[in-house]
């Protein structure tokens, strides 16, 4: 049986957001946009023909420079790549320049990105120093130009050198797609082949910038796909050579600080997009990571949440991050054989694994459609550690959208959808997988006498529960712990497996044998209806709205559409006192707030 195939198809609502995101610096995604929201969910027992794809403001090959932190000119050393440049022997890399077709040492590029960064021996750029790649493609493993001493057997080995550490912040080492400063409508590719572990290596690699690349393979093949089950047609090929035009992982990181990330497409990899723990102070604008077999974005260096703390500062704005869990077909880039972890796949779209810290900030992004958590934090528990997330969509993730510990937390201006029963009946998926983690859309844990601040939102889902609240794992919490919700419209659903239960609205961990002392949600100024309520009860009182109408645009959970219509009880019904002065959209807010991520015009 072959997969299903799932494509995007044209916007159904948020064009404003997508346009000032492009405004802005983001832009869409090259498999088309739709909502935040939309998609046609499975029915029970049966397999859809098609899943929409939500708009997002991933990159695509015309998008804009999100920000002109890395200069026009660059300093230090410039080494040039494209491909009629020639060998390390012909040319010296310094002039970007064809090679003459004779001589040595010619003032003209190299021919491929393995001549300035060898799988084999001394990198010939040093600290501080810019490689540039051309347009083209740019096969990257065994048979490459530059992959001399790799081996056939080995070809896993054949992975570009790491990128050196520049000397300080001020001094990064650049590897850039030509165009880098001028929109990046062109990003040169680079394809792993051979299965090797990597395409680009931040291993030990600081103050550095990587900017304006296409990162992927040419196969539609998933690393261990359905192994359980002997394997299935798009199981990579990974006992005996020559293995394939698949590469495991697009850019992988350790021991890394003071590193930008800028205007990537890191997608359709056989395992992961990005694997990078132990990191200090990243910066990662306009990077979608999308359609890579086993998970997105994970910070798990060794895959049981060991030696992997990350610390510093970690801005991610136009970050999106989709159809992970899922094959992504070479050329055509249709997702295939979606899989979650009963199936003995993964599908977080980004999961901090282990235990980290870090201060967290997540701006203008997405999580769409991944086979597990859209955006798992679960982790990110030691002491001081904190979250901002904000004009963010989370829609369509098989389990919770978005899931956080924090010592201090907020969330402004964030949609979030849980249909996770979108995948029910596709084949390769196990339906023990649906909504895994009970689907909860907002699971929000808290550091003894911890706050998290959840602020003009708009939450559905057909979960368990809209939102849950717990204790920190292993921490022992005081009773002074809150959860403060205010301008936020909480919209009921059926659950999946039971169509005749509401999905709760809120409940906190009173249970365990370290529970929450007392109930954490301070909820007020909020719209709440059809939802059942379980041990926390807001309503009546707190200036709530309850069980009326939300009078959003769509309530249903296929085709939800938070947008406001005009005669919506939550329209004007906002508190003023610490409302953000924007929208989901990043349009400003009146002076009487709509509750919800959209201010209605």
């Not at 347009?135 to 990257?140: A, E, F, K, L, Q």
């Not at 992975?159 to 165009?179: E, N, Q």
């Not at 509401?502 to 909020?526: G, K």
């Not at 002065?581 to 009487?592: E, I, S, V």
Request: hydrophobic residues 30%; aromatic residues 8%; proline residues 8%.
């Amino acid at each position: 049986m072959r997969g299903q195939r799932l494509r995007g198809r044209p916007p159904a609502l948020l064009v404003a957001f997508v346009l000032v995101a492009a405004c802005s610096g983001a832009s869409t995604t090259s498999q088309g946009t739709g909502s935040p929201a939309s998609g046609t969910a499975p029915a029970s027992g049966a397999a859809p023909t098609s899943v929409a794809s939500p708009a997002t403001t991933a990159p695509s090959r015309s998008a804009p420079p999100v920000s002109t932190s890395i200069p026009a000119d660059l300093p230090g050393t410039v080494y040039y790549v494209r491909p009629d440049g020639g060998s390390a022997e012909q040319c010296t890399g310094l002039a970007d320049t064809p090679y003459p077709g004779s001589g040595t040492g010619q003032a003209c590029a190299w021919d491929h990105p393995f001549r300035a960064l060898p799988p084999v021996g001394e990198p010939r750029i040093a600290g501080g120093d810019a490689l540039v790649i051309g347009p083209g493609s740019y096969m990257m493993g065994y048979g490459a130009p530059g992959a001399d001493g790799c081996e056939y057997e080995g070809s896993y080995e054949c992975k570009m050198a790491p990128v050196p550490s520049g000397p300080d912040p001020d001094h990064p080492t650049r590897i850039l797609g030509a165009g880098w400063a001028t929109g990046c409508t062109a990003p040169p590719e680079l394809w792993g082949t051979g299965r090797p572990w990597l395409v680009v290596n931040l291993t030990d690699s600081s103050n550095a910038q990587v900017a304006c690349l296409e990162i992927t393979d040419h196969s539609s093949c998933i690393e261990d796909h359905a192994q359980a089950a002997g394997g299935s047609e798009y199981t990579c090929k990974r006992d005996t050579p020559p293995y394939g035009d698949w590469a495991a992982t697009g850019l992988y990181a350790e021991d890394s600080a003071n590193v930008l990330l800028q205007n990537l497409d890191i997608h359709g990899l056989a395992n992961q997009g990005v694997q990078a723990g132990r990191l200090t102070d990243w910066t990662v604008e306009n990077v979608r990571v999308a359609g890579n077999g086993l998970a997105g974005w994970n910070t798990d260096l060794v895959g049981d949440g060991s030696n992997s703390e990350n610390h510093g500062t970690f801005v991610f704005r136009h970050w999106t991050v989709e159809w992970n869990g899922c094959g992504e077909t070479w050329p055509e880039e249709d997702h295939v054989a979606c899989w979650g972890q009963e199936a003995g796949g993964y599908g977080d779209g980004a999961g901090f694994g282990g235990t980290t810290g870090g201060h967290y900030i997540i701006e203008d992004s997405a999580f769409l459609n991944n086979t597990s958590d859209g955006l798992d934090m679960l982790y990110t528990r030691l002491p001081g550690a904190t979250i901002e997330i904000r004009r963010t969509i989370a829609e369509g993730n098989d389990g919770n959208q978005l899931k956080l510990t924090a010592e201090r937390a907020i969330l402004e201006n964030i949609v979030a959808v849980s249909n996770c029963g979108r995948f029910h009946g596709m084949p390769f998926w196990n339906n023990d997988d649906d909504c895994r983690a009970g689907g909860d859309a907002l699971p929000l844990f808290l550091q003894p006498g911890g706050q998290i601040d959840v602020i003009n939102a708009t939450i559905t889902g057909q979960g368990n529960c809209l939102m849950v609240a717990g204790c920190a794992l292993d921490k022992a919490c005081t009773g002074e712990e809150t959860i403060r919700v205010r301008n936020t419209v909480f919209q009921g659903q059926k659950v999946f497996w039971d169509q005749t239960t509401d999905t709760c609205f809120a409940w906190y961990d009173d249970e365990s044998s370290l529970p929450l002392p007392t109930n954490p949600f301070d909820v007020q100024h909020s719209l709440i209806t059809g939802a059942r309520f379980g041990n926390t009860t807001p309503c009546p009182g707190g200036n709530n709205l309850c069980d009326v109408p939300s009078g959003l645009t769509n309530t249903s959970i296929d085709d939800f559409d938070p947008l406001p219509l005009a005669d919506s009880p939550a329209v004007d019904s906002g508190i003023v006192e610490g409302a953000p002065a924007d929208d989901l959209t990043g349009q400003p807010r009146d002076g009487k707030p709509d509750m919800g991520a959209y201010e209605r015009r």
